[in-house]
């Protein structure tokens, strides 16, 4: 069932609702910190030797253009114009940029807002701690990554949280109930968000292509390596035999 039809089907949460829900984002979360941690180990695996064979082979190919050029073998292209770098592998990523002015102000309204230490006296049980614990982490896994969306998603549940609405009143307590069902839904809806972007992605792509080829009984990314080192020998033979040919 979407976690986003929760409240449609429990009009009036418990707290045995509740708990359930956030026993679901908790997991919700650990599953996601795998999927990012496997595909980063990817992206870092995919740079440092598949990338480094293709600056290879770059430096090749424009090294085999320079040659034939001298040789008279290819005219040069003086339509070309310089135009705007391309982008590195790491470019837009947000996890290596500098943190924005707004990101800093955002982290340090949810730290002063959320962080254990801010705790008034009379709301400093261990549930309450815990809860404190567990959104300060994950404002500061989301601080690391520097998203700001998700930064702004644990602010704006913070206002619906108990901590923020804590009552002995029944009614206030069903309506803080409440609030805190509908902070957790939106919290797994984030979620299934960030699911789907991280499948959408390119490098998600590649981990699914190679545990197909794995359950199939090869290895993609070897194969991937070996392919381009082909093309890196072919494209020296290939210089090697030009310069020998026209060696002005």
Same mark, same amino acid.
């Given at each position: 069932?979407?976690?986003?039809s929760f409240?449609q089907t429990?009009?009036k949460?418990t !707290? *045995?609702?509740? $708990? $359930?829900l956030?026993?679901?984002v908790? *997991?919700?979360?650990?599953? /996601?910190l795998?999927?990012? @941690?496997?595909l !980063? =180990? %990817?992206?870092?695996r995919?740079l440092?030797?598949?990338?480094a064979l293709y600056?290879?082979?770059?430096? /090749?190919?424009?090294?085999?253009?320079?040659?034939e050029?001298?040789a008279?073998l290819?005219?040069?292209d003086e339509?070309d114009?310089?135009g705007?770098?391309?982008?590195?592998?790491?470019?837009g990523?947000?996890?290596?940029?500098a943190?924005?002015?707004a990101l800093?102000?955002?982290f340090?309204?949810?730290?002063?807002?959320?962080?254990?230490?801010?705790a008034?006296a009379?709301h @400093?049980d261990?549930r @309450?701690?815990?809860?404190?614990?567990?959104l300060?982490?994950?404002?500061n896994?989301a601080?690391a990554?520097?998203?700001?969306?998700? %930064?702004?998603l644990i602010l704006?549940?913070w206002?619906?949280? *108990?901590?923020?609405a804590?009552c002995?009143?029944?009614?206030?307590?069903?309506?803080?109930?409440? #609030?805190? $069902?509908a902070?957790l839904?939106?919290?797994l809806?984030? %979620?299934?968000a960030d699911?789907?972007?991280l499948?959408?992605?390119?490098?998600?792509?590649l =981990?699914?292509r190679?545990d *197909?080829a794995?359950? !199939?009984?090869?290895d993609?990314f070897?194969?991937?390596?070996? !392919?381009?080192?082909?093309e890196i020998?072919?494209?020296?033979i290939?210089?090697?035999?030009l310069? #020998?040919?026209?060696p002005?």
């Amino acid at each position: 069932m979407p976690s986003t039809s929760f409240l449609q089907t429990i009009v009036k949460p418990t !707290q *045995e609702d509740v $708990a $359930a829900l956030e026993r679901r984002v908790a *997991e919700r979360e650990r599953d /996601l910190l795998s999927v990012k @941690t496997q595909l !980063q =180990q %990817l992206q870092v695996r995919y740079l440092s030797e598949l990338g480094a064979l293709y600056a290879e082979l770059n430096a /090749l190919d424009e090294e085999l253009a320079q040659a034939e050029i001298k040789a008279g073998l290819r005219v040069p292209d003086e339509l070309d114009e310089p135009g705007e770098p391309e982008p590195s592998a790491s470019a837009g990523c947000s996890s290596t940029s500098a943190p924005s002015s707004a990101l800093k102000a955002m982290f340090r309204d949810i730290a002063r807002a959320v962080h254990p230490d801010a705790a008034p006296a009379a709301h @400093t049980d261990e549930r @309450t701690r815990y809860r404190r614990h567990s959104l300060m982490a994950e404002a500061n896994r989301a601080y690391a990554e520097r998203d700001e969306d998700r %930064l702004r998603l644990i602010l704006r549940a913070w206002k619906f949280d *108990e901590d923020a609405a804590a009552c002995t009143d029944p009614d206030a307590e069903r309506a803080r109930l409440h #609030r805190r $069902a509908a902070a957790l839904t939106e919290r797994l809806a984030a %979620l299934d968000a960030d699911f789907d972007d991280l499948r959408s992605s390119a490098i998600a792509r590649l =981990q699914r292509r190679i545990d *197909e080829a794995r359950a !199939q009984g090869w290895d993609l990314f070897a194969e991937m390596v070996r !392919q381009i080192k082909r093309e890196i020998a072919a494209a020296q033979i290939k210089l090697i035999r030009l310069r #020998r040919r026209h060696p002005r």
